[in-house]
């Protein structure tokens, strides 16, 4: 045995850290830890590099491009979060940090958390403002719809939209609303019709769900593209308490996608009932307005004709109370005579002019009051017809309009009768 001592072994720097670095990377291999993110900043490369602390201590912490792609949610500072991974050494500074691969935010589901910071970047950026969204129009012809093909939504809207209003232009773009791809394929259906230019108004929807389930109308592609639209989107996710990014980004939410249908387009059998009554009012209108029309013209040609005579007829006694002043002071009597018979001749003139232009104001007005009478739609009750209508006031032109057991109302000339189809 040898009596010399062996010397101490003597590390390397950079032997004594890759010796650290694989007794931590054995022993902390796949551990939780949680704690607060401080100093997070992401870099040019695409990975963040943060701080995880408590209330004793702090770890460096890096999450690498790889493993950050697929959180739901970004990481920020002051969120408590529970990080997975491994420890590992930095060699060039001598640190140990922790090499993240997954984050789960405490308190917050990862799915909620994403959907909230989302929601405030949008919202920052005036995605949600009320004064950028459209106005969809009252009657839309063409209806683009981007949902899937398969299953009760698209069925249920359609069986919605040709009841409320048949004969509308529909349009399908068929694409997955859940998993994988999903929302790539939203973005192009809106896309497709945004650059058409066909559609009047575009519905996006799906049925009910999961949050999950839900979550391709969360992305933030599926936001940009409504938001990016040139014609009006209404969005119908899930069911009524269910609420979606794209709900806030959209011109129009409805609860369900059934509502979505009863929303943007009217029922044609009102809008009917209300032209009905719209002409009904009309043609009451118009009858009282010519035969205000009438009884005007008839007054404003006989109060000119006499207005006319008048005027002359005041000149001429003013010319001869002028010329009686006159002779008063020469009393020239045979003078007046003769003014008072050319006075005469004067006032039979102007009764004879009176009559002429009274006679032809009649030629002039009884044309137009014999056009005006025959405008008038009562006009023709005082040659023995009638005007036959259903109860709602609706003119009845043919036995289409009035199948049996329909209430009439028959306007005559004197009165009206009630009668029923049989």
Known sequence: MSLIPEAPKVFTVTDLTASIQRLLSHTFDDIRVSGEISGCKLSASGHAYFTLKDAGAQIRCALFRNSLRYLR????????????????????????????????PQGYGALQLAFEQLKAQLAAEGLFAQERKRALPAFPRRIGIVTSPRGAVISDMLTVLRRRFPGLHIRLYPTLVQGEGAAAGVCEGIRVFSESGWPDVVIVGRGGGSLEDLWTFNEESVARAIAASAVPVVSAVGHETDFTIADFVADLRAPTPSAAAELIVPDRAGVLEQIGAFRHRTLRAMSFRISQAARQLQQRGADRAAALLQRRIGKSWQRVDELEQRLRARDPRARLARFRSRLQAVQHQAAILMRARLTSASLWLNPLAARLDALNPSAVLHRGYSIVSTEEGIIVRSPESAPPGTRLDVRLEQGRLKATVD
């Open 73 to 104: 949610f970004r990481p920020s500072d002051g969120l408590a979060v529970i990080a997975r991974g491994s420890i590992d050494v930095y060699q060039p500074r001598g640190d140990y940090q922790l090499i993240v691969t997954s984050l789960e």
